[in-house]
């Protein structure tokens, strides 16, 4: 596949055309969650949601720019260099949205688990409202490097056009479940991505926490052991909010926060892994320097106490 036939299998390909439907229908179900909330005074961040709408229009107009082109140019050379080539039919295409449901488990979980990926997912995290626009709230760099995750599927035989529709179908299926406004659906909870086992991943409550990494289905976590229920009450946002609005802010504040962490690591072994290491580790000598601080602020107290 050249990348002629590859670009003209997106711009006229049926399943792009109904992808391109699907997305205006959630468009118009986002719309219509903000005006039932205005019109019936439900408690909203106001300002939070005007915020989701600006970071979505920034990453509209890099997609449909610079960075939209950033994957397909990427995965060509994998396309090219494997062997292995499957053709597309009604079953091959059911096999590829597995694989790619599949890839998106292991990338949204590699996501919660390394820092530097952590950085910019962190977005999609950072507001402490749930509802339709947070779907929208996506960092606006991450279509820089996401396209890494797909390279298993390339290689498989499986081209970058089916790769990366599936993907993009998956990630448009999720734009409903950002919602409290549907409740448990029983056993559909149990097979499928819903509100109910997405607000559970979207909380900060310690049971909730690393949960629920699933696009469309709940196998996978049920497989690897991230399955959680929703059984208590869901504390939205980050285990330390930022408390911005400004659109910017919110998708860099990660990424100047690794910056402090590095100008503090003593080697470079340390930087390498405050960078791309698991996010919860820090150098001991943090706790130290931390401690030392406590210490020295309370020996101030005391002086001037006395």
């Not at 006229?12 to 118009?28: K, P, Q, V």
């Not at 699933?214 to 991230?226: M, P, V, Y």
């Not at 910056?259 to 960078?275: T, Y």
Request: charged share 20%; hydrophobic share 45%.
């Amino acid at each position: 596949m050249s990348f002629a036939e590859l670009v003209s299998l997106f711009e006229e390909s049926g399943i792009m055309i109904f992808i391109g439907y699907f997305a205006l229908f959630n468009l118009g179900l986002i719309i219509v969650e903000v005006f039932l909330d205005f019109f019936t005074s439900k408690e909203r961040r106001w300002k939070d949601t005007g915020a989701n709408f600006v970071i979505f229009f920034i990453n509209q107009l890099l997609e449909k720019t610079t960075f939209g082109a950033i994957g397909i140019i990427a995965l060509m050379p994998f396309h090219w260099l494997t062997p292995l080539s499957i053709p597309m039919n009604i079953w091959t295409w059911i096999a590829a949205f597995i694989a790619a449901d599949f890839t998106y488990y292991w990338m949204h979980r590699l996501e919660h688990e390394h820092r530097i990926f952590w950085a910019s997912h962190s977005v999609h995290h950072s507001s402490q409202d749930y509802n339709l626009t947070i779907s929208m709230r996506l960092s606006i760099v991450e279509s820089i490097f996401e396209w890494i995750f797909l390279i298993p599927m390339i290689l498989l035989g499986f081209s970058p056009f089916m790769t990366m529709a599936c993907l993009i179908l998956i990630a448009q299926y999720q734009t409903w479940i950002h919602t409290e406004k549907i409740v448990k659906l029983g056993w559909l909870d149990e097979v499928f991505n819903t509100p109910s086992v997405h607000r559970v991943h979207h909380g900060s409550n310690p049971k909730y926490l690393d949960k629920n990494y699933g696009g469309l289905l709940t196998l996978w976590d049920k497989l690897f052991g991230t399955f959680q229920r929703e059984e208590e009450k869901v504390i939205y946002g980050l285990t330390k909010n930022i408390n911005t609005n400004n659109p910017i802010t919110i998708n860099f504040i990660e990424y100047q926060n690794i910056w402090k962490d590095v100008k503090k690591c003593r080697n470079w072994k340390d930087r390498f892994r405050i960078i791309f290491g698991d996010l919860r580790w820090r150098p001991a000598y943090f706790r130290e320097e931390v401690e030392k601080v406590k210490v020295d602020v309370l020996s101030d107290e005391r002086r001037r106490v006395s």
